[in-house]
């Protein structure tokens, strides 16, 4: 309303200046004429203004005071001007009236607006809700026959068990057969029983000789009857156990096939139910987040449409009594009517009910309830319950990312979008672009929507504001939907920062970033920043260099920046410490699925939060956070199931102080149980853990007392035959350390920050002492540190073993393994106390390599760890 009314302003104004002198004039010639003169305060408000009513109007009533002033002096000479005047004021009045109405009509299709991307979340999860339906009645179907299959599956079992017994039966009776027919061959198959019943007896003719042989070996009842039937038994019942083992394995073969048909239904049941949880658990979560943000949205527009709406009735009501006093003057502009002006100013005979605003939207949250028949609930378990004995189902297995159903938690609001007033982009100087920072196009959306986003200079948001702009380079061009050739905004440096200013808090979750030409576009990490006041900003997305994709057709550097959230730094806290991770430059150590965090301060654990969505090999995530006091320990949580490769972690205060976490920036390649790599895949790497070093008060520390570097060491080492792992304060830096460590004839070097409560470790193997050992010499910044000058003695630590898997070798990438190695022997916090000193070895090979007048080793074994003294001896 205010930004409609400036044009009629300049009119009011106008006439301002015609009436307002020549009346102060005209009251200075007549003042003591002019006895009692009326009060010409603010007519229309009783003395005081609105605070609701609009500039504009406010003027318009100034120019009313004056035409009353004029109209009511002596001088009959600006009659015409009066009248004309007059008019003028009721066609702006009229104007006024209308445009008041219009801004009515706006703020009620934006609130209606709002209510419909609401009731969309309502139908859209309606919509899912009924897509997870058909997975329910695929799940009734297929439990119904399911069950049918099981009892066929029974009834074959039934009949292979039948078949099974019988088949036992008859291989009981075959054995008993053919046992018998075995006992009686063996009985009288023996040839000496028959030869003295071949013998003719004493007196025995010739017929009954014949006649005995012929009752003994070939008549019914004879042995060769016996046999023959012995033998036919045998023969029946080996075929009638040969044709039931045919028919049982017939029955067993459409056993298996019905249980294997069976076993598929439950599988397509179980999938069926798994569906149904899983559309439905999504479904519901969407809503949520849905809910929270067009709610969130509608209910911002809401408020500000009631106070809105006041304002236009308040307007309304003050250009009605303006409206009633114009008729009252142009009746008789020589002589007003005081009567008349005095029953406008007290006009109370009308109404503004048709600007208050309609509200009919259905706010209320509508349930969305998850099914809990899904594979592990005691529900799904009553569906196959009912199964004969015979054919029981399958083992049940759960639903791949769904949690049992006594350990889920009730569907919630997802998170909400971030929702501002204002939003910028900032490039800082350390990411400076090869040549000026140019941005062709910076579009935002909400839900799918680009959001409008006219560029104006500010004065009352919708607005823009940059770092710097170069002549001929416009703001506007980042908002005007051109990629046209040379149409772009640009600072006049290689870093700035661009924002935009919305009239009321805008939900936003995408935005769509253009840099004009990959030479002017982001060289490093940049920002999508948020501010509810303009002045305090928290960053919601740090986006690095390589996650652009160049567009050669338009010619620009374009980045797609989703899931923008609300941050957890509220604007006008201070985020007084950053967590910095660089991802390794190995190949896999990139991220697309990102990494979590937590802090432990004060023995207690943080929320979880995002540490970053994805991040290209060798580039960094950063993430802002305030916390009470230094955290005692960091934990990195792998999201999804991808790896991460991570070459430094790094923690820094407000002010500059940091603390270096992890470091191995030249990476390390991926393997099982590499404390550099976070993979969601392998249990016993999802979860990184890291120990913050804690800042040292004084000088003279304890072995278990904190770390505190003070100046920068530089050491020369080697072992005979070769340096396997190099640590500094428990921190990997055998890439820092120069040359191939396999050759001992070379001396390796090695710059660090060192103090008196420093440790160096340092692991290796040669050939015993007799063949080989260890030599260190030191230098420092600080002449006075324990470390300048320093060489590696007997007040050193050792522990000597053996090498595994293989015995000790020695190449450029091969790493020993040492025999019973303690865990962490190489932390700073490791506990030596129960190590050998080191003693003099018996050889000058490294120590003239080195440059030293000794060497030391462990006769313990041809593999070594050293661990320095200066944080004990100081030396």
């Known amino acids: 309303m205010q930004h409609s009314a400036r044009r009629d302003i300049y009119v009011v104004l106008g006439i301002l200046a015609g009436f307002l002198v020549p009346a102060l004039g005209a009251r200075i010639r007549h003042q003591r004429q002019y006895r009692t003169p009326p009060n010409t305060g603010l007519l229309l408000t009783g003395g005081r203004r609105p605070a609701s009513i609009g500039e504009g109007i406010h003027d318009i009533e100034k120019a009313l005071q004056a035409v009353l002033l004029r109209a009511r002096s002596d001088s009959t000479a600006d009659d015409a001007a009066i009248s004309d005047n007059v008019e003028v004021l009721f066609e702006i009045t009229e104007e006024m009236f209308g445009k008041i109405k219009d801004f009515h009509s706006q703020q009620q299709a934006l609130l209606e607006s709002e209510c419909k991307l609401l009731s969309g979340c309502t139908t859209t999860m309606r919509g899912n809700i009924r897509l997870a339906a058909l997975s329910n009645q695929v799940l009734k179907a297929k439990t119904t026959q399911h069950g049918s299959c099981r009892k066929e599956e029974a009834t074959l079992a039934a009949q292979q068990d039948q078949c099974l017994v019988l088949q036992g039966a008859q291989q009981k009776l075959k054995d008993a057969a053919c046992s018998a027919l075995a006992d009686y061959e063996a009985e009288v198959g023996q040839e000496a029983r028959h030869q003295a019943a071949m013998d003719k007896l004493p007196g025995e003719d010739t017929e009954t000789y014949l006649d005995r042989l012929g009752r003994r070996y070939c008549d019914k009842g004879g042995l060769l009857y016996e046999f023959n039937q012995k033998q036919e038994a045998c023969a029946n019942a080996t075929s009638s156990v040969g044709d039931t083992a045919v028919g049982c394995t017939a029955t067993g073969t459409a056993h298996g096939a019905k249980k294997a048909t069976c076993d598929s239904v439950q599988r397509e049941m179980a999938e069926a139910a798994c569906d ?7 479904a519901c979560r969407t809503y949520g987040t849905c809910r929270v943000q067009t709610f969130q949205a509608y209910k911002l527009t809401k408020v500000s449409s009631d106070s809105d709406a006041k304002d236009r009735q308040a307007e309304w009501k003050v250009l009605m009594r303006i409206d009633c006093m114009l008729e009252a003057i142009s009746e008789n502009p020589k002589k007003i009517d005081e009567e008349a002006i005095k029953e406008c ?70 998170g909400t979008a971030a929702q501002y007033k204002y939003y910028r982009l900032n490039v800082p100087k350390g990411s400076s672009s090869q040549k000026f920072l140019c941005i062709a196009e910076w579009a935002m959306y909400r839900d799918g929507e680009k959001i409008n986003t006219p560029a104006t200079e500010c004065g009352v948001g919708p607005c823009t504001r940059v770092s710097s702009t170069m002549p001929k380079w416009a703001t506007s061009y980042a908002f005007d939907n051109n990629l046209g050739q040379d149409h772009a905004w640009c600072a006049n440096m290689t870093y700035g920062w661009i924002s935009y200013e919305f ?3 805008m939900p936003v979750d995408r935005m769509q970033v253009n840099f004009w030409k990959p030479a002017y576009a982001v060289n490093g990490t940049w920002t999508v920043d948020a501010s509810r006041d303009g002045r305090n900003w928290a ?42 991770v660089w991802t390794s430059p190995k190949l896999g150590a990139a991220t697309a699925t990102g990494a979590e965090y937590q802090m432990n301060v004060g023995g207690e654990w943080t929320k979880k939060d995002i540490l970053c969505y994805m991040a290209q090999r060798g580039q960094p995530c950063k993430k802002q956070m305030e916390l009470d006091a230094w955290p005692s320990q960091v934990r990195l949580i792998a999201r999804g199931g991808g790896r991460w490769g991570i070459a430094k972690a790094l923690l820094t205060k407000q002010g500059g102080q940091a603390r270096l976490l992890l470091d191995s920036p030249d990476g390390q390649p991926y393997a099982v149980g590499n404390r550099f790599w976070l993979d969601g895949a392998v249990k016993s790497m999802a979860v990184m853990s890291l120990a913050v070093p804690q800042a040292a008060s004084k000088i003279g520390l304890s072995p278990m007392s904190p770390r505190i570097a003070t100046s920068l060491c530089k050491c020369g080492m080697s072992i005979n035959r070769g340096i396997d792992y190099v640590y500094v304060d428990g921190v990997d830096v055998t890439s820092k ?56 003695d007997q007040s050193w630590k050792v522990f000597g073993g053996q090498c595994v898997n293989p015995l000790c070798r020695h190449s450029e990438r091969h790493k020993n393994t040492i025999k019973g190695a303690p865990e962490g022997w190489y932390l700073p916090s ?46």
């Open 276 to 282: 149904q949880v899983s559309m439905e658990t999504e």
């Open 345 to 414: 100013k007290n006009l109370t005979q009308f109404s503004s009910d048709h600007l208050k605003m309609n509200y009919t939207c259905n706010t209320d949250k509508v349930p969305c309830s998850v099914t809990q028949t899904y594979p592990g609930t005691t529900l799904y378990t009553n569906l196959l319950k009912d199964l004969p004995p015979t054919a029981p189902a399958m083992p049940v297995q759960r639903c791949t990312g769904v949690a049992p159903s006594d350990v889920r938690k009730p569907v919630e609001d997802g």
């Open 503 to 505: 009239a009321l808090p």
């Open 539 to 580: 960053t919601l997305r740090s986006i690095v260099v390589g996650n652009g994709k160049d567009n050669r057709r338009l010619g620009t550097y374009d980045y797609d920046v989703t899931g923008l959230r609300a941050a957890e730094i509220a604007p006008g806290k201070t985020a007084n410490f950053t967590l910095e």
């Open 737 to 792: 350390v120069t040359g191939d460590l396999s050759n001992w004839g070379v001396r390796h070097e090695l710059t660090f920050q060192c103090g008196r409560s420093t440790v160096l470790a340092v692991s290796g193997s040669g050939a015993g002492c007799n063949g080989g050992g260890f030599a260190l010499k030191c230098t420092s910044t600080d002449k006075a540190s324990p470390w300048h000058e320093l060489i590696a």
């Open 830 to 875: 490791f506990d030596d106390s129960g190590w050998k000193n080191a003693v003099k070895g018996t050889t000058n090979y490294v120590q003239a390599t080195v440059g030293t007048p000794w060497d030391i080793c462990s006769p313990d074994g041809p593999g070594w760890f050293f661990r320095s003294s200066v944080h004990k001896t100081g030396k």
